[in-house]
């Protein structure tokens, strides 16, 4: 948890597209799957192979499941549809493999690379109204 006041500025703005939150939400979930995998490997669960290839492509069913999380409840996460419950299971997954998910989900720079994708969409919207007003006018 973090209580700087610029961190949560962005979040609120990021939160006001929903490209956005999916496009956030997937960096940090995807960078948790990724930690679950070092750690799963780190305590000997999977052999090297094995978390060679989790890397490469999760199966969100091997690193979620156990902790009560289904491959649809997860992609709900990812695309900022999630329910409380679910958030709470899937960080309760991540702290339960030795990481911080708050530190995750508060990393300035995972936050800076989602207000660039904010700012590109805010830029296309912009493209697209103006050419459809001139479409309009026409």
Same mark, same amino acid.
């Given at each position: 948890m973090t209580s700087n006041p *610029?961190?949560?500025r962005k %979040?609120? *703005?990021i939160y006001? *597209?929903?490209e956005a939150v999916a496009f956030f939400n997937k960096l940090v979930f995807s960078l948790c %799957?990724?930690?679950i995998v070092a750690a799963?490997? *780190?305590r000997g669960e999977l052999t090297a192979e094995e978390a060679d290839q989790l890397s490469k492509k999760p199966s969100e069913k091997v690193l979620l499941e156990p &902790?009560?999380?289904s491959y649809i409840q997860y992609r709900a996460l990812k695309e900022g549809k999630g329910t409380a419950a679910n958030?709470?299971?899937f960080k309760r997954a991540v702290e339960r493999n030795g990481y911080d998910f708050d530190k995750? &989900? &508060?990393s300035e720079e995972l936050i800076n690379l989602a207000m660039s994708k904010l700012e590109e969409i805010k830029k296309q919207n912009q493209t697209l109204s103006s050419i459809s007003g001139r479409g309009a006018n026409n």
């Open positions: *610029e961190i949560h %979040l609120d *703005e006001t *597209e929903q %799957l990724q930690l799963k490997r *780190e &902790y009560g999380l958030i709470m299971a995750l &989900y &508060y």
